[in-house]
């Protein structure tokens, strides 16, 4: 069974919970392979990921460097597809079938399970076009890990927090074995 997660991360300020995400997988033998959107590259370092896992961070489709087809690469034998944390705008490219940067391309070209844990404003998260979207992805097979209740970094309350990372985990880890 291979062992290869691609671990997506995009730009919620929750961002910096994938740094545990990527801990707990690779503590249960999982290779990491992140893909994190250029926005999301101002609230994390690739530095911290790649240590952690071990592999280059993936964030730019566009390189000079040939041998590596990111989205095309990418695909291969994964297990799974995990987007932790999603903001409204990567979870509307993905039920939208824009492919405009190298996680939402990933997204059109995996063929493996994907779960998706989104974090936003509590008034984004009831905004009719999230839920839409939502609604969906589901409905074409994607899993999701509702955000919690609670209070979110601009203040405010309401459903938003991104779900506890042990569940995001587990959510996964069933996902992979099915
Ligand atoms: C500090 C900061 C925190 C943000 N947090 C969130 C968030 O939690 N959820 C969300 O959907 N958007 C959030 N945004 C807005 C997104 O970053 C913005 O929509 C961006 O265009 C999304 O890009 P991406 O999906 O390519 O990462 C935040 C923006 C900033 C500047």
Same mark, same amino acid.
């Given at each position: 069974?291979?062992?290869?997660?691609?671990?997506?991360?995009?730009?919620?300020?929750?961002?910096?919970?994938?740094?545990?995400?990527?801990?707990?997988?690779?503590?249960?033998?999982?290779?990491?392979?992140?893909?994190?959107?250029?926005?999301?590259?101002?609230?994390?370092?690739?530095?911290?990921?790649?240590?952690?896992?071990?592999?280059?961070?993936?964030? !730019?489709?566009?390189?000079?460097? &040939?041998?590596?087809?990111?989205?095309?690469?990418?695909?291969?034998?994964?297990?799974?597809?995990?987007?932790?944390?999603?903001?409204? &705008?990567?979870?509307?490219?993905?039920?939208?079938?824009?492919?405009?940067?190298?996680?939402?391309?990933?997204?059109?070209?995996?063929?493996?399970?994907?779960?998706?844990?989104?974090?936003?404003?509590?008034?984004?998260?009831?905004?009719?076009?999230? !839920?839409?979207?939502?609604?969906?992805?589901?409905?074409?097979?994607?899993?999701?890990?509702?955000?919690?209740?609670?209070?979110?970094?601009?203040?405010?309350?309401?459903?938003?927090?991104?779900?506890?990372?042990?569940?995001?985990?587990?959510?996964?880890?069933?996902?992979?074995?099915?």
């Amino acid at each position: 069974m291979s062992k290869k997660i691609i671990l997506g991360i995009s730009s919620s300020i929750a961002a910096y919970k994938a740094i545990e995400l990527t801990r707990l997988f690779v503590r249960d033998g999982y290779s990491v392979h992140h893909v994190v959107t250029e926005n999301a590259m101002h609230l994390v370092t690739p530095l911290t990921l790649e240590t952690l896992s071990g592999n280059p961070v993936y964030s !730019q489709s566009f390189v000079r460097d &040939n041998r590596m087809m990111g989205h095309i690469a990418l695909k291969e034998d994964a297990a799974l597809m995990v987007v932790a944390p999603a903001t409204a &705008n990567i979870i509307g490219k993905f039920a939208n079938g824009i492919a405009d940067d190298l996680l939402s391309t990933t997204f059109m070209s995996v063929i493996c399970p994907v779960v998706i844990a989104p974090a936003m404003n509590p008034n984004m998260w009831n905004h009719i076009p999230v !839920q839409e979207n939502i609604k969906r992805l589901k409905s074409w097979g994607v899993t999701f890990v509702d955000p919690d209740h609670g209070e979110v970094a601009c203040g405010d309350t309401g459903y938003g927090k991104l779900a506890e990372i042990e569940k995001i985990f587990e959510v996964s880890v069933h996902a992979i074995k099915g």
